[in-house]
Nanobody, 120 residues
């Protein structure tokens, strides 16, 4: 199990920047993958960016070149730096931790969500 606490959301103008933070209750190197998802009303939750315990990253096409996921392993914290924000980035952003367990396979744990609103 893992508890995830996230922060950093807010209201920004288009073109602005925000940095989200997610702190895990356990060593993030023991988590198969940390990631950021977002969900807008009426839409499916989508993966925005992910980083594996080995440091491999992946991004949604819509955010490549604008968002960067990074980590501070000593602090068990993952960040999402969001630059050049667009109104379509408006969503609730959720930190995700995916754990592998031999008895249950993958299990996903979620932060509480933080609202990001980008005004035009």
């Amino acid at each position: 199990q893992v508890q995830l606490v996230e922060s950093g959301g807010g209201l920004v103008q288009a073109g602005g920047s925000l940095r989200l933070s997610c702190t895990a209750s356990r060593n993030i190197l023991s988590i198969y993958r940390m990631g950021w998802y977002r969900q807008a009303p009426g839409k499916q939750r989508e993966l925005v960016a992910g980083i594996t315990s080995g440091g491999s990253t992946n991004y949604a096409d819509s955010v490549k070149g604008r968002f960067t996921i990074s980590r501070d392993r000593a602090k068990n914290t993952v960040f999402l730096q969001m630059n050049s924000l667009k109104p379509e980035d408006t969503a609730v952003y959720y930190c995700n931790g995916r754990i592998w367990d031999v008895s249950q396979g993958f299990s996903d744990y979620w932060g509480q969500g933080t609202q990001v609103t980008v005004s035009s």
